[in-house]
């Protein structure tokens, strides 16, 4: 127990270079095997903050607990970074990146929770632990991933501002990336993309008591505003109107629109937590989107058929509620 974190920071400082290095380089991994890598990248980083969270809570002396390595973890994000940004990169390894950069940036929570609030319950967003992108996976709840992460009244720490200098520093890259794979990638990798969105602008969110900053503007935000990206987001909710109306269906083939949509509008409501945020949203007709969705009246409980359905999945008028 006392090394696990160690021999996983000592397997992290050998995979990710590897994937992030060029396939035409010594030390470069093909394709498919920068993919299996990247699946293994993520399992360790999610393990990681498991095992955080399980030493933790376990501890009775909040000093028993070791501080996370910050020199290790700042390693660590570059690589990630640099792995997301490589070109030959398939969507495939880059949805299980940022999968991983979601449970790294909640180790960072978690490692702020202890060191300056002494809240020991840091595992509170859900744990997207996946070792591939099969399009019928169920992920349900991946966007309840969006607490702001170095929000409140606690001291920022050096490893906080450190890791939100250096995500910061690659945002144009980021953004884009990210931005693209939002729009034009599976349904899954769609709704990581989204929700690693979200953390990211959570990275900059104010203070809910500061209404001063609450009128700022967001790094990310405003990269993704300049590259026509809200804009396109905002029109591929009216796109994917259809697709949710099928998720209302008495028995749907996939709820994967339902994933997308919470996703996205998670993010939507990030921005909107900002005056900066809000006036993009409303300047890519955010509202004449959604006056214009019909999924919003397909109410099911005026629909006979779905009374006495059987079925695994949520009721249909919970699904109608969530998407509401």
Do not use: W
Not at 4 to 23: N, V
Not at 127 to 140: K, N, P, Q, R, W
């Amino acid at each position: 127990t006392e090394v696990r974190s160690g021999l996983m920071f000592d397997c992290l400082s050998e995979l990710l270079p590897r994937i992030s290095a060029s396939s035409t380089d010594a030390s470069g991994l093909d394709v498919p095997s920068a993919d299996l890598v990247a699946g293994a990248v993520l399992s360790l980083l999610a393990s990681l903050r498991q095992h955080r969270v399980e030493l933790t809570t376990g501890a009775i002396d909040l000093e028993t607990v070791d501080a996370l390595p910050v020199d290790r973890l700042l390693t660590t994000l570059r690589a990630l970074i640099d792995s997301v940004l490589r070109l030959e990169t398939t969507t495939l390894a880059r949805g299980n990146l940022y999968s991983a950069l979601i449970n790294f940036l909640q180790l960072v929570k978690s490692h702020r929770s202890v060191d300056a609030s002494g809240d020991l319950g840091g595992n509170d967003g859900a744990s997207i632990v996946a070792s591939d992108l099969d399009e019928t996976m169920s992920v349900g709840g991946i966007s309840t991933t969006t607490t702001n992460i170095f929000g409140g009244h606690a001291q920022t720490s050096s490893l906080e501002a450190r890791t939100r200098s250096m995500l910061l520093s690659h945002a144009e890259r980021l953004m884009d990336v990210l931005g693209r794979d939002a729009l034009d990638a599976s349904d899954l990798s769609k709704t990581i993309a989204f929700t690693l969105l979200d953390e990211l602008c959570a990275l900059e969110a104010p203070s809910s008591a500061n209404n001063a900053s609450r009128r700022g503007g967001s790094k990310c935000v405003d990269l993704l505003d300049r590259k026509g990206y809200i804009t396109s987001f905002v029109t591929a909710l009216r796109d994917s109107d259809l697709a949710l109306q099928e998720t209302l269906r008495p028995d749907p083939a996939s709820l994967n629109a339902m994933y997308v949509y919470e996703a996205r509008l998670a993010f939507f409501n990030r921005m909107a937590q900002t005056r900066n945020g809000a006036e993009r949203l409303l300047n890519a007709k955010i509202f004449d989107v959604l006056a214009q969705s019909d999924y919003l009246a397909a109410r099911p409980d005026q629909d006979q058929e779905f009374v006495d359905l059987d079925s695994f999945l949520p009721a249909a008028t919970e699904r109608y509620n969530a998407l509401l």
